[in-house]
Protein backbone atom coordinates (compact mmCIF):
# COMPACT_ATOMS: atom_id res chain seq x y z
CA UNK A 1 0.00 0.00 0.00
CA UNK A 2 1.28 3.40 -0.99
CA UNK A 3 1.25 6.58 1.76
CA UNK A 4 -1.16 7.94 0.16
CA UNK A 5 -4.32 8.64 2.15
CA UNK A 6 -7.16 6.12 0.51
CA UNK A 7 -10.59 7.59 0.44
CA UNK A 8 -13.40 6.53 2.36
CA UNK A 9 -15.67 5.80 -0.84
CA UNK A 10 -12.74 3.74 -2.03
CA UNK A 11 -12.68 1.28 0.82
CA UNK A 12 -16.35 0.97 0.59
CA UNK A 13 -15.96 -0.31 -3.13
CA UNK A 14 -13.05 -2.30 -1.77
CA UNK A 15 -15.87 -4.37 0.43
CA UNK A 16 -18.10 -4.42 -2.33
CA UNK A 17 -15.10 -6.75 -4.40
CA UNK A 18 -14.60 -8.28 -1.66
CA UNK A 19 -17.98 -9.83 -1.92
CA UNK A 20 -18.04 -10.32 -5.47
CA UNK A 21 -14.89 -11.77 -5.48
CA UNK A 22 -15.75 -14.16 -2.49
CA UNK A 23 -19.15 -15.36 -4.63
CA UNK A 24 -17.40 -15.95 -7.65
CA UNK A 25 -14.83 -17.91 -5.41
CA UNK A 26 -17.91 -19.94 -3.91
CA UNK A 27 -18.81 -20.76 -7.75
CA UNK A 28 -15.58 -21.97 -8.64
CA UNK A 29 -14.27 -18.74 -11.22
CA UNK A 30 -10.87 -18.42 -10.91
CA UNK A 31 -10.29 -15.04 -13.12
CA UNK A 32 -12.53 -12.23 -13.58
CA UNK A 33 -11.99 -9.23 -15.94
CA UNK A 34 -12.93 -5.65 -14.70
CA UNK A 35 -16.03 -5.46 -16.93
CA UNK A 36 -17.23 -8.76 -15.46
CA UNK A 37 -16.36 -7.00 -11.81
CA UNK A 38 -18.65 -4.19 -13.58
CA UNK A 39 -21.20 -6.09 -14.60
CA UNK A 40 -21.88 -8.09 -10.96
CA UNK A 41 -20.77 -4.80 -9.07
CA UNK A 42 -22.77 -2.03 -10.70
CA UNK A 43 -19.57 -0.25 -10.13
CA UNK A 44 -17.62 0.76 -13.68
CA UNK A 45 -14.34 -0.83 -14.55
CA UNK A 46 -12.66 2.23 -14.65
CA UNK A 47 -13.39 3.16 -11.42
CA UNK A 48 -12.20 -0.28 -10.12
CA UNK A 49 -8.99 0.02 -11.72
CA UNK A 50 -8.67 3.32 -10.44
CA UNK A 51 -9.37 1.86 -7.09
CA UNK A 52 -6.71 -0.67 -7.22
CA UNK A 53 -4.24 1.64 -8.42
CA UNK A 54 -3.91 3.11 -4.51
CA UNK A 55 -2.49 0.08 -3.73
CA UNK A 56 -0.41 -1.05 -6.25
CA UNK A 57 -0.74 -3.21 -10.00
CA UNK A 58 -3.17 -5.59 -10.03
CA UNK A 59 -3.84 -8.24 -13.05
CA UNK A 60 -2.68 -9.38 -16.18
CA UNK A 61 -3.91 -7.67 -19.89
CA UNK A 62 -5.51 -10.04 -21.46
CA UNK A 63 -5.80 -12.80 -18.56
CA UNK A 64 -8.11 -10.59 -16.26
CA UNK A 65 -7.67 -10.89 -12.44
CA UNK A 66 -6.90 -13.98 -10.31
CA UNK A 67 -10.04 -14.54 -7.72
CA UNK A 68 -7.97 -16.18 -4.95
CA UNK A 69 -5.12 -13.81 -5.30
CA UNK A 70 -6.73 -10.83 -5.45
CA UNK A 71 -9.16 -11.78 -2.19
CA UNK A 72 -6.15 -12.12 -0.63
CA UNK A 73 -4.68 -8.52 -1.61
CA UNK A 74 -7.97 -7.11 -0.79
CA UNK A 75 -8.67 -8.31 2.60
CA UNK A 76 -4.98 -7.86 3.51
CA UNK A 77 -5.29 -4.34 2.50
CA UNK A 78 -8.65 -4.00 5.21
CA UNK A 79 -7.23 -5.78 7.69
CA UNK A 80 -9.32 -8.82 7.01
CA UNK A 81 -6.80 -11.28 6.70
CA UNK A 82 -6.79 -12.73 10.30
CA UNK A 83 -10.19 -12.83 12.27
CA UNK A 84 -11.19 -9.35 13.74
CA UNK A 85 -13.23 -9.64 17.21
CA UNK A 86 -16.11 -7.60 17.83
CA UNK A 87 -17.64 -6.19 20.55
CA UNK A 88 -21.91 -5.76 20.37
CA UNK A 89 -23.56 -3.46 22.84
CA UNK A 90 -27.23 -3.48 22.72
CA UNK A 91 -29.15 -7.23 23.66
CA UNK A 92 -32.33 -6.52 21.61
CA UNK A 93 -33.67 -7.18 18.67
CA UNK A 94 -31.17 -5.82 16.78
CA UNK A 95 -28.35 -6.97 18.81
CA UNK A 96 -30.05 -10.56 18.11
CA UNK A 97 -30.07 -10.10 14.24
CA UNK A 98 -26.53 -9.40 14.50
CA UNK A 99 -25.13 -11.93 16.34
CA UNK A 100 -26.90 -14.41 13.80
CA UNK A 101 -25.39 -12.51 10.69
CA UNK A 102 -24.15 -15.11 8.57
CA UNK A 103 -21.76 -13.20 6.65
CA UNK A 104 -19.08 -11.91 9.20
CA UNK A 105 -17.59 -15.19 9.27
CA UNK A 106 -17.36 -15.27 5.65
CA UNK A 107 -14.90 -12.07 6.20
CA UNK A 108 -13.15 -12.88 9.13
CA UNK A 109 -15.09 -10.60 11.85
CA UNK A 110 -16.27 -12.20 14.63
CA UNK A 111 -19.00 -11.15 17.73
CA UNK A 112 -16.38 -11.93 20.93
CA UNK A 113 -18.54 -10.41 23.31
CA UNK A 114 -22.53 -8.58 23.93
CA UNK A 115 -23.35 -6.49 26.66
CA UNK A 116 -26.01 -4.80 28.02
CA UNK A 117 -26.99 -2.97 31.14
CA UNK A 118 -30.41 -4.69 31.88
CA UNK A 119 -29.70 -6.92 34.77
CA UNK A 120 -32.49 -8.73 33.77
CA UNK A 121 -30.78 -9.48 30.68
CA UNK A 122 -27.12 -9.90 31.94
CA UNK A 123 -25.87 -13.31 32.16
CA UNK A 124 -28.43 -14.78 29.64
CA UNK A 125 -27.34 -16.92 26.62
CA UNK A 126 -27.73 -14.89 24.01
CA UNK A 127 -26.92 -16.70 20.68
CA UNK A 128 -23.65 -19.14 21.48
CA UNK A 129 -22.50 -16.14 24.12
CA UNK A 130 -23.63 -14.42 27.33
CA UNK A 131 -24.40 -11.22 27.58
CA UNK A 132 -22.24 -9.43 29.70
CA UNK A 133 -22.40 -6.08 32.18
CA UNK A 134 -21.31 -3.35 30.00
CA UNK A 135 -19.82 -1.61 33.23
CA UNK A 136 -17.11 -4.53 32.66
CA UNK A 137 -16.83 -3.88 29.50
CA UNK A 138 -13.18 -2.50 29.94
CA UNK A 139 -12.16 -5.73 32.10
CA UNK A 140 -13.64 -7.89 29.46
CA UNK A 141 -11.94 -6.39 26.61
CA UNK A 142 -8.37 -6.41 28.09
CA UNK A 143 -8.41 -10.52 27.40
CA UNK A 144 -10.34 -9.94 24.11
CA UNK A 145 -8.20 -6.93 22.45
CA UNK A 146 -11.30 -6.12 20.46
CA UNK A 147 -10.47 -2.91 17.98
CA UNK A 148 -14.38 -3.00 16.86
CA UNK A 149 -17.67 -2.08 18.29
CA UNK A 150 -21.14 -2.26 17.32
CA UNK A 151 -23.52 0.34 19.16
CA UNK A 152 -27.21 -1.02 19.07
CA UNK A 153 -28.86 1.17 22.00
CA UNK A 154 -31.00 3.53 22.00
CA UNK A 155 -29.77 6.87 21.33
CA UNK A 156 -30.16 8.57 25.03
CA UNK A 157 -27.78 5.67 25.64
CA UNK A 158 -25.30 5.80 22.68
CA UNK A 159 -22.83 8.00 23.89
CA UNK A 160 -22.00 6.94 27.04
CA UNK A 161 -21.83 4.02 25.93
CA UNK A 162 -19.23 5.07 23.31
CA UNK A 163 -17.14 6.73 25.81
CA UNK A 164 -16.64 3.18 27.80
CA UNK A 165 -16.02 1.51 24.51
CA UNK A 166 -13.09 4.37 23.88
CA UNK A 167 -11.45 3.87 27.55
CA UNK A 168 -11.83 -0.22 26.38
CA UNK A 169 -9.52 0.47 23.62
CA UNK A 170 -12.12 0.57 20.72
CA UNK A 171 -11.13 2.61 18.09
CA UNK A 172 -13.28 1.73 15.54
CA UNK A 173 -17.41 2.13 16.28
CA UNK A 174 -20.58 0.99 13.86
CA UNK A 175 -23.34 2.88 14.99
CA UNK A 176 -27.11 1.94 14.52
CA UNK A 177 -28.23 4.54 17.53
CA UNK A 178 -29.78 8.05 15.67
CA UNK A 179 -27.83 10.32 17.10
CA UNK A 180 -24.24 11.69 16.22
CA UNK A 181 -21.23 10.52 18.62
CA UNK A 182 -18.61 12.45 19.93
CA UNK A 183 -15.22 10.63 20.16
CA UNK A 184 -11.94 11.14 19.84
CA UNK A 185 -9.94 12.03 16.61
CA UNK A 186 -8.07 8.06 16.80
CA UNK A 187 -11.75 6.66 16.83
CA UNK A 188 -13.73 6.35 13.37
CA UNK A 189 -17.57 6.16 13.51
CA UNK A 190 -19.51 5.08 11.02
CA UNK A 191 -23.27 5.50 11.14
CA UNK A 192 -25.76 3.47 10.40
CA UNK A 193 -29.36 5.31 9.47
CA UNK A 194 -32.19 3.28 8.29
CA UNK A 195 -34.92 6.05 8.71
CA UNK A 196 -32.01 7.98 6.51
CA UNK A 197 -31.90 5.59 3.57
CA UNK A 198 -35.53 5.17 3.95
CA UNK A 199 -35.95 9.04 3.52
CA UNK A 200 -33.71 9.41 0.46
CA UNK A 201 -35.08 6.31 -1.12
CA UNK A 202 -38.79 8.18 -0.55
CA UNK A 203 -37.50 11.14 -2.14
CA UNK A 204 -36.01 9.16 -5.61
CA UNK A 205 -39.01 6.92 -5.41
CA UNK A 206 -41.58 9.52 -6.07
CA UNK A 207 -39.67 11.94 -8.23
CA UNK A 208 -39.03 9.04 -10.43
CA UNK A 209 -42.24 7.79 -10.60
CA UNK A 210 -43.91 11.65 -11.69
CA UNK A 211 -41.05 12.03 -14.37
CA UNK A 212 -41.59 8.33 -15.69
CA UNK A 213 -45.65 9.58 -15.59
CA UNK A 214 -45.18 12.88 -17.29
CA UNK A 215 -42.93 10.77 -20.09
CA UNK A 216 -45.87 8.83 -20.96
CA UNK A 217 -48.46 11.80 -20.60
CA UNK A 218 -46.44 13.83 -22.98
CA UNK A 219 -45.70 10.62 -25.10
CA UNK A 220 -49.56 9.71 -25.14
CA UNK A 221 -50.31 13.48 -26.23
CA UNK A 222 -47.87 13.06 -29.27
CA UNK A 223 -49.16 9.55 -30.20
CA UNK A 224 -52.85 11.30 -30.65
CA UNK A 225 -51.61 14.04 -32.40
Do not use: W
Not at 24 to 53: M, N, P, V
Not at 202 to 220: I, K
Amino acid sequence: MTGTRVPTPTLERLAIYLRVLLDAQEAGIQTLSSQEIEEHSGISAAQFRKDLSYFGEFGKPGVGYSVPDLIQCIERILHLDEEQPVLLVGAGNLGAALVNYPNFKAHRLRIAAVFDNNYVKIGRPFGDLVIEDIARVKEVNAKIGARLAIIAVPAHAAQEVADMLVEAGITGILNFAPTVLRVPPHVHVRNVSILQELAVLSYHAVEQSVAYADGQATRGGKDGV
